[in-house]
């Protein structure tokens, strides 16, 4: 919703107030249009593999929906770990092995619907859960690779908002680009009359003025969202690994999810007193 609001306020500040002292119409000139757009379908495929492409392709409708990690959904993550963490404390690892193994059936997992449909959080969970129920790993070990896997998971996550801002960088060379074609093709119709000649250095022009508005009024803001997005999909699995390595640590449910909670921001922090009453009530059911 912002993203298009945005939009529209940097058409009308860059079109509103050049309408004031000049002529909209000189600024519609299809064939620069459609080569700036090409140049920039072309850059992008060329310099991306399909993995990267399918990812990016992927990833912008995302940015025009709200975000899904709101603090209703941490404290969903925050119960679902206390419970299955407490069943741990209560009955031992093995009890949980048929969670991990089956999480849909799981009458832990399927209480949280959110999570349970979240592929990426789910395998992150019942993988660790699962390393925990073998006893094989130490605590050190398994931050360790709880620290690779993050860094490949936030560096995939990225790469979208990476490749559009590559591409917010090339815009404007492309707009010169079609810039010169139009100064070349002026260059070649030198005896035309001085009114002809104007129009046609104004319509070369254009292509410079498309590259930069498209760059940093379209396409940055895109790619700005997309790391936004990325930065948030990252925090989850922060608060889950504070949490299992807490617990792996010896201590007690109530406190390694204090540990995860911690890993919040403001924004989507529950306070300690709000956990615990919702921790309480969901006990109660």
Do not use: C
Not at 60 to 88: T, W
Not at 209 to 226: N, R, T
């Amino acid at each position: 919703m912002f993203l298009i609001i945005g939009y529209v306020v940097i058409l009308a500040s860059a079109l509103g107030t050049y309408a004031i002292h000049g002529n909209l119409l000189a600024l519609w000139v299809p064939t620069e249009y459609v080569a700036i757009i090409g140049l920039t379908i072309g850059y992008f495929v060329a310099a991306n593999d399909i993995k990267i492409i399918k990812a990016t392709v992927g990833a912008i409708p995302g940015i025009l929906k709200g975000s899904k990690y709101n603090k209703a959904f941490y404290v969903d993550a925050l119960a679902m770990l206390f419970e299955i963490l407490a069943k741990v404390r209560k009955e031992g690892l093995m009890s949980v092995e048929g969670d991990v193994e089956n999480p849909d059936a799981s009458p832990i997992f399927s209480k949280y619907p959110n999570l349970l449909h979240d592929h990426h959080v789910m395998e992150f969970v019942t993988d660790y859960l699962r390393m925990m129920v073998g006893g094989n790993l130490n605590t050190v070990e398994i931050e360790s690779l709880m620290d690779v896997e993050l860094e490949t998971h936030h560096h995939e996550a990225a790469e979208p908002g990476h490749v559009v801002s590559s591409i917010a960088g090339a815009v404007p060379a492309f707009g010169i680009v079609v810039a010169v074609m139009g100064v070349v093709n002026v260059m070649g119709s030198v005896g035309s009359p001085p009114a002809v000649l104007g129009k046609m250095i104004g319509g070369a022009l254009v292509g410079t003025f498309l590259g930069i508005l498209i760059s940093y009024g379209f396409v940055e803001p895109v790619s700005k969202l997309l790391e936004q997005k990325a930065n948030e999909g990252a925090t989850i699995y922060k608060t889950i690994k504070m949490v299992l390595l807490a617990s792996m640590s010896g201590y007690a449910p109530q406190v390694a999810i204090e540990f995860g909670r911690k890993t919040l921001g403001a924004g989507v922090r529950p306070s300690f007193s709000e956990l615990e009453e919702e921790l309480k009530a969901r006990k109660g059911k």
